[in-house]
Structure formats: C-alpha cells, structure tokens
C-alpha cells in the first residue's frame, strides 16, 4: 500500500508566476490535510479536505491561495503569483474516514514539496 | 484544543532509554494525546496517542499521569536515527474536526553515540 505522495518534490518558481502542487492521498483514504512549514519553524495547518469539499480552511491565507480535492484525481494546493515569503515545504496528510463511534487518530504524511521562489 | 508544553531541546545518549515531558495542564476529559516526531527534512511521522491509559506500541510507550495533566513518552533504546523533533498535541475527537492537528514548537531531541 503506498503511502502519500506529493508531487513535485522540489519545485522553483519565479515571483509572479503560479506554484501547484499535488497530492494522492493514501488508498482509501478520503480526508486530506495540507500543512505549511517556512524554513526554520513549526508546522502550520492550512486546509482539510474531502472529495469535492473544502472542511475547514481556517489557516489558508485570504489571497493567493487555494486548494482543491476533486471527485476523480489527486488534491492539488494552488499558489497564484508567488512571492518570495511563499518559499516552504508544503506537507500533505491524508486519514481514513472516520468510523461511527470511533476515530483513527492518525495522519500519514507524505514527504513534502519544498517550494523556493526565486 | 488545549495547550501543550515541551522543553525546546534535551540530548540523550545512544542506547539508552529517551524520556520525553509534556505539560497539557489544560485537558479536558475527551482529549486524546498524540505524538509524532518529524525527522529532519521528511515528513512527519505517528508514533503513538492515547487517552488515559498508558499505551505501548514498537516504536515508543506513552505513560499518562492519573490526572492527565501531563505525560511522557518513552523511546526505550534511541538510535541515531531517533534524532527528531518529537511533537505532543493534545486534540479533540469531534467529527468536525476531522484528523486536524495543530502543531507547537516540539522537543528537539538529539542522540549522541
């Protein structure tokens, strides 16, 4: 069973042009996070996800930012006109549905997209 | 989700056992503790969580005070390749909220041969 997978893994963009990354949750599972991480800090939540629905967007940034996890495909995080502030790894989660009565607990991480914007 | 509290930085020595603190005074009686721990560059990994009772799995023990106000993991034999940030989040469990976790600062552990 595959795990998460991210991709790019590294990805350079120049300010103004748009970033997108992609990310295939593991089998099965329908719920998708995605954290930023700036060079040097913690992780900051910015989206959940399920198919077709956007959960809880409490830590998306207002502007340039979106996030999508459509019925067919992988999710994908957008990023219009890049600035240099954007530069992170961006890290994608994804959990099982929950089950009645009872929870999982757990999030499996993939790998990461370390965006640098130059 | 309530606040947790854990020491920056400690440093343990290679095969002995690693004792990680966390302070989650603020608990409520339906918070469950998790921890992972994100090794450098890669992303992060579970490791363990419970409730109030202490919980065992092949990689960590998860010991949780009577009052709940804290607790400790334990990597019984760190390795080099334990050398981590170590995160404790406290989260709720309501169906809204998904599998959510909101991230603090962490216990940059590092194992010395």
């Known amino acids: 069973n595959a795990g998460v997978m991210q991709n790019p893994r590294h990805l350079v963009r120049r300010r103004g042009q748009e970033a997108r990354l992609r990310c295939s949750p593991m089998?099965?599972?329908?719920?998708v996070y995605w954290y930023r991480q700036l060079p040097e800090e913690g992780l900051k939540f910015m989206v959940y996800?399920?198919?077709?629905?956007?959960?809880?967007e409490s830590g998306m940034p207002k502007e340039r930012f979106s996030a999508e996890f459509p019925k067919e495909g992988p999710s994908i995080l957008r990023i219009q006109q890049v600035v240099r502030g954007d530069s992170a790894a961006y890290f994608c989660?994804?959990?099982?549905?929950?089950?009645?009565?009872?929870?999982?607990?757990?999030?499996?991480f993939g790998e990461g997209s370390r965006l640098t914007v130059l | 989700d309530a606040k947790t509290t854990q020491p920056t930085s400690m440093d343990c020595a290679e095969g002995r056992a690693a004792n990680l603190p966390c302070n989650h005074s603020?608990?409520?009686?339906?918070?469950?503790v998790y921890w992972y721990r994100q090794i450098h560059s890669q992303g992060p990994q579970y490791i363990i969580h419970?409730?109030?009772n202490n919980e065992t799995n092949e990689m960590a023990s998860l010991i949780i005070t009577e009052d709940r106000k804290s607790s400790t993991l334990i990597l019984p034999h760190a390795t080099l390749r334990d050398t981590a940030v170590y995160y404790c989040?406290?989260?709720?469990?309501?169906?809204?909220?998904?599998?959510?976790?909101?991230f603090g600062g962490g216990t940059r552990v590092l194992v010395k041969p």
């Open positions: 419970g409730l109030k």
């Open positions: 996800l399920q198919k077709e629905n956007i959960i809880d």
């Open positions: 603020t608990i409520s009686g339906n918070e469950y």
């Open positions: 089998k099965g599972h329908s719920h």
């Open positions: 989660a994804s959990s099982p549905r929950r089950l009645a009565g009872g929870h999982t607990g757990e999030l499996f």
């Open positions: 989040i406290v989260r709720l469990t309501i169906k809204a909220a998904g599998n959510k976790l909101t």
